[in-house]
Nanobody, 120 residues
Framework: VQLQASGGGLVQAGGSLRLSCAAT????????MGWYRQASGDQRDLIAT???????KYGDSVKGRFTIGRDKVENTVYLQMSGLQPEDTGVYYC???????????????WGQGTQVTVSS
Protein backbone atom coordinates (compact mmCIF):
# COMPACT_ATOMS: atom_id res chain seq x y z
CA VAL A 1 0.00 0.00 0.00
CA GLN A 2 1.35 3.41 -0.96
CA LEU A 3 0.09 6.79 0.19
CA GLN A 4 0.65 9.78 -2.06
CA ALA A 5 -0.04 13.17 -0.48
CA SER A 6 -0.33 16.47 -2.28
CA GLY A 7 -1.54 20.02 -1.78
CA GLY A 8 0.97 21.50 0.62
CA GLY A 9 2.60 24.87 0.09
CA LEU A 10 3.14 28.37 1.39
CA VAL A 11 0.19 30.47 2.50
CA GLN A 12 -0.32 33.64 4.48
CA ALA A 13 -1.96 33.60 7.88
CA GLY A 14 -5.71 33.42 7.57
CA GLY A 15 -5.50 31.57 4.27
CA SER A 16 -6.63 28.12 3.24
CA LEU A 17 -5.13 24.96 1.77
CA ARG A 18 -6.54 21.59 0.80
CA LEU A 19 -4.49 18.43 1.19
CA SER A 20 -5.22 15.17 -0.58
CA CYS A 21 -3.88 11.69 -0.06
CA ALA A 22 -4.59 8.67 -2.23
CA ALA A 23 -3.98 5.09 -1.14
CA THR A 24 -2.94 2.81 -3.97
CA UNK A 25 -1.78 -0.75 -4.37
CA UNK A 26 -3.31 -4.14 -3.82
CA UNK A 27 -5.74 -3.27 -1.05
CA UNK A 28 -8.33 -5.58 0.44
CA UNK A 29 -9.82 -2.95 2.71
CA UNK A 30 -9.05 0.35 4.42
CA UNK A 31 -9.98 1.21 7.98
CA UNK A 32 -9.20 4.65 9.41
CA MET A 33 -7.53 7.36 7.36
CA GLY A 34 -6.06 10.51 8.80
CA TRP A 35 -3.54 13.30 8.97
CA TYR A 36 -0.75 14.05 11.42
CA ARG A 37 1.56 17.04 11.66
CA GLN A 38 5.21 17.16 12.63
CA ALA A 39 6.83 20.49 13.39
CA SER A 40 10.62 20.54 13.21
CA GLY A 41 12.08 18.15 15.76
CA ASP A 42 8.74 17.40 17.42
CA GLN A 43 6.61 14.28 17.52
CA ARG A 44 3.79 13.73 15.06
CA ASP A 45 0.59 15.18 16.43
CA LEU A 46 -2.92 14.13 15.51
CA ILE A 47 -4.68 16.53 13.17
CA ALA A 48 -7.73 14.51 12.15
CA THR A 49 -8.93 10.99 11.47
CA UNK A 50 -12.00 9.54 9.78
CA UNK A 51 -13.45 6.06 9.97
CA UNK A 52 -15.08 4.14 7.11
CA UNK A 53 -18.45 5.15 8.57
CA UNK A 54 -17.46 8.81 8.46
CA UNK A 55 -16.87 9.37 12.16
CA UNK A 56 -14.29 12.09 12.59
CA LYS A 57 -11.85 13.06 15.31
CA TYR A 58 -9.84 16.28 15.47
CA GLY A 59 -6.89 17.54 17.41
CA ASP A 60 -7.80 20.35 19.79
CA SER A 61 -5.69 22.92 17.94
CA VAL A 62 -7.57 22.53 14.66
CA LYS A 63 -11.17 22.01 15.75
CA GLY A 64 -13.48 24.38 13.93
CA ARG A 65 -10.85 25.30 11.33
CA PHE A 66 -9.97 22.04 9.58
CA THR A 67 -12.32 19.52 7.99
CA ILE A 68 -11.44 15.97 7.04
CA GLY A 69 -13.27 14.09 4.30
CA ARG A 70 -12.96 10.81 2.53
CA ASP A 71 -13.78 9.19 -0.81
CA LYS A 72 -14.10 5.48 -0.14
CA VAL A 73 -14.36 4.62 -3.82
CA GLU A 74 -11.11 6.39 -4.67
CA ASN A 75 -9.42 5.46 -1.35
CA THR A 76 -8.63 9.13 -0.86
CA VAL A 77 -8.65 11.32 2.22
CA TYR A 78 -8.80 15.10 2.16
CA LEU A 79 -8.01 17.83 4.65
CA GLN A 80 -9.54 21.25 4.12
CA MET A 81 -7.60 23.76 6.19
CA SER A 82 -8.98 27.22 6.82
CA GLY A 83 -7.92 30.04 9.08
CA LEU A 84 -4.34 28.87 8.91
CA GLN A 85 -1.91 30.27 11.47
CA PRO A 86 1.91 30.18 11.68
CA GLU A 87 1.68 27.49 14.37
CA ASP A 88 0.06 25.21 11.77
CA THR A 89 3.39 25.07 9.95
CA GLY A 90 4.91 21.63 9.64
CA VAL A 91 5.07 18.48 7.58
CA TYR A 92 1.68 16.87 7.21
CA TYR A 93 1.65 13.10 7.00
CA CYS A 94 -1.15 10.97 5.65
CA UNK A 95 -1.85 7.79 7.59
CA UNK A 96 -4.04 4.76 7.13
CA UNK A 97 -4.67 1.36 8.58
CA UNK A 98 -5.29 -1.03 5.75
CA UNK A 99 -5.30 -4.71 4.87
CA UNK A 100 -3.14 -5.45 1.82
CA UNK A 101 -4.06 -8.42 -0.34
CA UNK A 102 -0.45 -9.55 -0.03
CA UNK A 103 -0.54 -10.09 3.73
CA UNK A 104 -4.19 -10.03 4.85
CA UNK A 105 -2.94 -8.29 7.98
CA UNK A 106 -4.15 -4.95 9.31
CA UNK A 107 -1.12 -2.69 8.94
CA UNK A 108 -0.31 0.96 9.63
CA UNK A 109 0.97 2.93 6.63
CA TRP A 110 2.42 6.45 6.32
CA GLY A 111 2.74 8.74 3.34
CA GLN A 112 5.87 10.72 2.52
CA GLY A 113 4.64 13.99 4.01
CA THR A 114 3.81 17.33 2.47
CA GLN A 115 5.14 20.66 3.76
CA VAL A 116 2.73 23.36 4.87
CA THR A 117 4.21 26.75 5.73
CA VAL A 118 2.09 29.59 7.07
CA SER A 119 3.67 33.04 7.07
CA SER A 120 2.60 35.77 9.46
Amino acid sequence: VQLQASGGGLVQAGGSLRLSCAATGSILSIADMGWYRQASGDQRDLIATITPAGTTKYGDSVKGRFTIGRDKVENTVYLQMSGLQPEDTGVYYCNTRAIPRTTYALTNFWGQGTQVTVSS
